[in-house]
Each structure stands twice: as C-alpha cells, then as structure tokens.
C-alpha cells in the first residue's frame, strides 16, 4: 500500500511496475464500495473526471492517457482535501450528507464538456492533424475554463462546512441556504446579516462565505443564468434588438422614459427571461431526469387507458400529424401552468387548482 499513501507512481513511466501497482491500489481504493457495473469519474488526462466509466474503461484510459498529474489528493474518489487516504470512512461521511448526490449533480451540469472531449476527430470531416491533436488533447498546458469551473465545484463539494460536520459539505450547505432565499424572498441585506449569525454558530474553522455576493460567486457554475432586459414602464416595448442601446431613452410608443434615475442609468422596469432552450438541454444533461423526460415512450403502459397526456386523444392526434417529431423519445411538449401564480399579489387563495 506504499504507493496508495505516497503516490509516486503517479509521476512514473506507464511501464514502469510502480505505475501499473498504483493504478491497481487507485482502482480498489475507487471501486471500494462500487457494486459490479459501477462507474466512476475518470481520472485520466481525457476525461478530466468529467466522464464516468466502469473499471475496465478506467484502466484502459489510466494506461493508455495517463493520470491527471495534480491529482494526488483523489476528492473525487472519497478521499478528504485535508489528505485522508481511509475510503470506508469518507465514503460513509458523504453519503451522510442529507443525502444530496451534489457530485452526480455537478457531473450532470458539466456532461457537456464529456461531448466535446470524446468526440473523434475523423467525424468531424477531413480537418486536419493539428486539429486531431487538439481533440485528443483539447486543453493542451492551460486548463478549459469549463474544466477548471468544474474543479473548483468539485473541491467545494468537498469541503466540510466545519470541522466534524457529517450532515453538509460546504457546497450542499450553500446551495439549501440560497434556494430558501429564492423560496421566501429575503433579500440580499438579509442574506449578508444572516451569514454574518451563522459564521459565528459552528466551532473556529468553518468555510461559510461572509456575503451572498461570494454565495452567488460559488453556486453560479451549477445554475442557469437569466437575462434582464429593459422594459417600457407602461409595458409597450422591451429595449432589445434594434431599442437595446442605452441612448434609447424612451419608449417609441407611448414616450415614456426607459429610466427610474437619469443620471444613474437606473431601468424602470426590467424583464427577467429565462431562455427555454438551455432548461429544457439540462433536463436531458441530467441522468435522473433525462429518463423521466423519455417515461411516456419507454416505459409508459400503452393499453388504451388514459393514465397520462400521452394517452388523450389530443396527444394521438399530434403525433398523427407530424410523425418524424413523435418517432423521437425525446421530444417534449410544453404547457402553460399558472400554479402559485398570483396576479399583484391581490388574490387570497396561495395555489391554484
């Protein structure tokens, strides 16, 4: 187990003994608690552990790619930041973690990356050996900015929320903590002063952030980014396309000033859009909910019971018409939900039916 503690082989030749013990000692200390078939995320100068793959295919790419040369502390593979090589018991603390799988969460968000990474340079159509070099090696000496996103999250998933803490990472913890914000409105004053509180509750050592805006800086990676366009404050027009530059003043329909303060550039009233098509790309990014996205044609009882909307009369209709979109599992059809949807706030009734 000399090479498990030290992990000089990492630096090794690939054919040399020390190396090939070591990717054995990497692949027991990672498979600990795998059952046979489970998967892991690659370590290898390709994958970048991005990309999850079984023994086997970890093998093959640890001899033929090599190992990332920095990775001698294996986060991803149980092991504490702090430099404990004991798997049974890092591996029991972060299933410990309420439960939340971040890590598969992070991989999903960054599965994307694993496209680009295993595509073959021969499907691309005649480019040319330069090109094929920077396939196989896409991020040459200097690290992707999605890899080194990625890599950033994964150590901040990590990292104990303080020292001894069983039932959070630092990032699960941050991650509950700013989706209760969105859930009950608070405001980022009341952000700030909470963190403040709270910094101050768990033993010396703790890893909270002092602001929502460090908060913001850390999760931003995993979520999906909106964008704020300026509106008429009588709702006529949005300031985009040709009405986007900011020496547009007012509205060209009913001639209102595009701004609550002159001097300052302050929009008096901004639209937050939330572009479909990534959503709907991150739902199929997602292992859990990509099957979810395919269950009305893969897994759905086709008796003629009406059970789903893929089962109604108007579902059937759709897909007699345009046959090509209704071969695919994939395809989706979107509806309109108003659920807690409450007009200025003027109705009484907290859902709808």
């Known amino acids: 187990m000399d090479n498990l503690r030290n992990k000089r082989w990492i630096y090794c030749d690939r054919v040399s ?21 489970g998967k892991i995320a690659c370590p290898c100068t390709k994958c970048m552990l991005i990309h999850q793959v079984n023994r086997a295919t970890t093998y093959d790419h640890l001899m033929v790619n090599g190992i990332i040369p920095s990775y001698d502390t294996w986060f991803c593979h149980g092991e504490s930041l702090k430099g404990s090589n004991n798997a049974g018991e890092n ?36 480019i040319e050996q330069d ?9 040459g000496n200097q690290p992707h900015p999605e890899v080194d996103k990625f890599e950033r999250l994964i150590k901040e998933a990590n990292k ?12 699960s913890f941050l991650l509950h903590l700013y989706r209760t914000k969105c859930m009950f409105k608070w405001s980022n004053e009341f952000f700030n002063s909470l963190l403040g509180l ?10 909270l952030p002092s602001s929502f805006y460090e908060t913001k800086k850390i999760v931003e990676g995993l979520g999906l980014k909106y964008e704020k366009i300026h509106a008429c404050p009588n709702d006529c027009i949005l300031f985009r396309k040709e009405f986007a530059n900011k020496n547009v003043n007012e509205c060209k329909v009913c001639g209102a000033s595009r701004w609550k303060n002159d001097a300052r550039k302050i929009p008096a009233k901004v639209l ?30 086709k008796d003629g019971v009406l059970r789903h909307p893929a089962d109604s009369e108007a579902w059937k209709n759709f897909d007699n018409k345009y046959l090509e979109f209704a071969g695919d599992p994939r395809n989706v059809r979107l509806g309109l939900a108003s659920d807690e949807f409450n007009l200025f706030g003027t109705m009484r009734i907290v859902h709808s039916t």
């Open 17 to 37: 003994k020390e190396y090939l013990d070591g990717v054995e000692d990497f692949l027991n200390h990672a498979f600990f608690e795998k059952q046979d078939g």
């Open 91 to 126: 591996n029991h603390s972060q299933s410990t973690q309420r439960g939340d799988d971040i890590r598969g969460m992070i991989h999903d968000v960054f599965a994307g990356v694993t496209q680009f990474m295993d595509t073959d340079a021969s499907e691309l159509g005649g």
């Open 198 to 207: 709270l910094k101050d509750v768990p033993p010396e050592g703790e890893k």
């Open 160 to 171: 104990e929320l303080y020292p001894g803490c069983k039932k959070f990472s630092k990032l």
């Open 272 to 301: 937050r859009y939330f572009p479909l098509k990534p959503r709907l790309q991150r739902l199929f990014m997602s292992s859990e909910t990509c099957k979810a996205m395919r269950w009305h044609h893969d897994e759905r009882i």
């Open 131 to 139: 090109l094929q070099e920077n396939i196989a090696h896409p991020f």
